[in-house]
């Protein structure tokens, strides 16, 4: 009976996964899928809202929700076109950042952030990048942006970051990431 006792513990302990390590993908806008919050402060006008983002090469979507998970705003990005629906409304446009801006009032970088939440430079335009002593990006420079790193899912140099703070000319933008999930 012992044995059989052992034998079964060692098959469920088999069966058992190792925590996940959130580490970036290995290439450059590889699908990823967060829930978070977003707090954006433009000259005396501050909003805030969760946000669930889910990214692939191919398209995004990018849920903004209330305070009790209801959807305020919905933006989604595919070969055909950019689309905001919010208030029983659609909206169009030629990139994601034009609509923010047209029907929320939010000047947030899109195109770049999908890259800059890996704490990973955009490919469009010039960027310089410092580190920490852990190897981590600690701040990043691009599109006139400094997006601050400060708080990582890890402690390895490949770490997803869980805090960064966006500021540019009068706007500051926080992301807290409270869940990654790397595709």
Known sequence: M???FLLL???LTGC???PVAL???PQADAPFAFNGRVAVKQGEQRNSAGVRWVHSAAAD???LLAPLGQTVARIHRDAQEVTLDASGKRYT???METLMQDVLGWHLPLSGLRHW???LPSPEGESRVEHDSNGQVSQLFQQGW????SRYAAGGPDALPLRLKLQREGMEVLLLIDEWEVQ
């Open 117 to 119: 939440v890996t704490a």
């Open 93 to 95: 446009a030629q990139d």
């Open 16 to 18: 058992a996964t190792a």
């Open 61 to 63: 979507e990018i849920l």
């Open 2 to 4: 012992p044995r059989l």
């Open 9 to 11: 513990m060692l098959l």
């Open 23 to 25: 580490q970036r993908p």
């Open 146 to 149: 400094e997006i601050s790193y």
